[in-house]
C-alpha cells in the first residue's frame, strides 16, 4: 500500500537550518534562487549535501509564484509538514514538577503566533497550546517568523480550550490570564513551579469562558499612552517573568 505523505514548503534562511537541523529525514529538497549567495546560504547548500538533500537552482518566476510578497531570502525547502500534537500529548507533560505552559486564546494572527513561538522556544517553554478552530495553526509564515521556534516546542492543538484549561488545572498547573482589566499586576504574584499563562487574541482578548476557568488574571502595568501591547510581547513579558520567579529552579 502506498502512503500519502503531506508536504509543504518552508521559506527563509533561519526557518529552513532549523528544519535541516531538526528534521532532516523529513527534508526532500532544498531550494536556492540563482544567483542568490552569501556566506549563510553557501553554508545551507553544504549542510544539505552532507545529509544528501537534494539541492535545486531555481529561477527567480520559481520563488515569485510560490512565496509572492514573502520574505523568503532566496532559500526553501520541501519537507514533511510538522506533526502538530493533540490533547493526549499533554497526559505526560503535565505530571512533571515544574512546567511553563503558554495558552494562546484564538490568536488567528500569523505573526503574533509566529513571534510567540519564537520567545517561547528562547524561554524553553514546554508547550503551546491552541484550540482547534478559529485560530491560527503551523503555517509557512508562523515558521518564518519563529525563527526556527516553531521547531523546538511541541504546538499542542486540542478541540475544546476549557476542558484543555480544566484539565491543566486538575494537575495542579496555575492558570493565569493576561487581562488589561485585571486588578493584580502580573509582577506582584507569586508564581510557583507548575504555571501556564493565557494570552487573549488580538482585537477581543480573552473569550468570556477562558477567563473565568484562569486561577488569576493579571495586567501589565504601562504608564505611557498606549493602553495595550502586541499580544507576542505580552506574552513574551509573561513567560520571562516566571523564568525570573524561578530562577533558582533551573
Known amino acids: 500500500m502506498k502512503i500519502e505523505i503531506d508536504l509543504e514548503m518552508i521559506f527563509g534562511i533561519n526557518i529552513v537550518e532549523a528544519v535541516i537541523d531538526s528534521r532532516e529525514k523529513e527534508v526532500k529538497s ?15 547548500i553544504d549542510k544539505a549535501n552532507s545529509k544528501k538533500i537534494t539541492v535545486s537552482v531555481k529561477s527567480r518566476s520559481f520563488f515569485k509564484e510560490n512565496f509572492e510578497n514573502l520574505n523568503h531570502q532566496g532559500v526553501s525547502i520541501l519537507c514533511e ?102 486588578e493584580e499586576s502580573y509582577s506582584d504574584i507569586d508564581l510557583g513551579k507548575k504555571v501556564a499563562f493565557v494570552i487573549g487574541s ?22 505611557g499612552k498606549i493602553e495595550s501591547l502586541n499580544t507576542s510581547v505580552s506574552a513574551s513579558i509573561l513567560i520571562f517573568e516566571y523564568l525570573r520567579k524561578n530562577r533558582n529552579n533551573f
Open 202 to 223: 488580538e482585537d477581543k482578548g480573552l473569550k468570556r469562558l477562558t477567563s473565568k476557568n484562569c486561577d488569576k488574571l493579571v495586567k501589565i502595568d504601562m504608564p
Open 81 to 182: 509538514k510538522r506533526k502538530e500534537e493533540n490533547e493526549s500529548y499533554l497526559g505526560d507533560l503535565l505530571k512533571k514538577k515544574s512546567i511553563l505552559l503558554l495558552v494562546l486564546d484564538h490568536l488567528t494572527d500569523p505573526h503574533n503566533v509566529g513571534a510567540c513561538l519564537r520567545s517561547s522556544s528562547a524561554a524553553n517553554v514546554d508547550a503551546v497550546i491552541v484550540p482547534k478552530n478559529r485560530a491560527c495553526h503551523l503555517n509557512p509564515t508562523v515558521r518564518k517568523v519563529s525563527s526556527g521556534g516553531s521547531e523546538l516546542i511541541p504546538f499542542v492543538i486540542v478541540t475544546n480550550l476549557v476542558r484543555a484549561l480544566e484539565k491543566i488545572r486538575s494537575y495542579g498547573v496555575e492558570v493565569v490570564g493576561a487581562d488589561q482589566n485585571a
Open 30 to 44: 532544498l531550494f536556492v534562487m540563482e544567483s542568490k549567495s552569501n556566506s549563510r546560504i553557501k553554508a545551507l
